[in-house]
């Protein structure tokens, strides 16, 4: 969802922050390493606590350093592979905290098992949606696609989670939590076949050697 209205953001509301951060000095890959300590921190100090409404507040005032770096690296001309991979890298952690955050608080305040397990599940496919695009790329194939992207996901459990806390209605966030987990599921199984179906295009090719596992 955030990529469909990237354009939107970044050109009009998160503008002049990004040209404040460039006149004050700031490079990219700063404004994601604070962006994701601010998720993590938000995810990891409220969640578990029950403290469901102020830990979405708090999370949704870094998620946005998301848009802020690449709008960063762009104008600037600052773009390079590190901050790439920076961004990518940390993406993952900050995903893994908000479902981590969640998995505590079932554990915990929320007092249940099976939501326990499904916010970890949920976590775990998440990471594999993201992994499995990336190295498809990284060997020149296409992994894009699916139900559940990285931003579908993330904006739908803050929102659901955020509600929960305010109208005191947990089901909203159980139930966004059933809808992601077989989503997600779905994504990692589609872009593996669409993989797979490019790759045996590829090893055919006399021209191209087979890839070697890592």
Known sequence: ????????????VLAPVVNLLLRLGVSPDAVTLVGTMGVAVGALAFYPRGELLWGTVF???FVFSDLID?????KSGRSS?????????????????????LALYFAWSG???LYLCLSLFCLVTGNLTSYARAKAESLGLDAKGGIAERSDRLVSI??????????????????TLWVLAPASAYTVIYRVLKV??????????PLVPPAVPE
Request: avoid cysteine.
């Open 70 to 74: 690449g709008a960063m690296a762009r």
């Open 158 to 175: 803050l929102l659901a989670t955020g509600f929960s806390g305010l109208l005191d209605l947990p089901i909203l966030m159980e139930l």
């Open 111 to 113: 007092d249940s098992d």
């Open 59 to 61: 999370i949704t005032a």
């Open 196 to 205: 797979r179906r490019q790759a045996i295009e590829l090893d055919r090719s």
């Open 81 to 101: 592979t590190f901050g790439s991979f920076w961004d990518s890298t940390l993406d993952r952690v900050g995903d893994a905290a908000i479902f981590g955050g």
């Open 1 to 12: 969802m955030l990529d469909r209205f990237k354009a939107f953001w970044q050109g009009v």
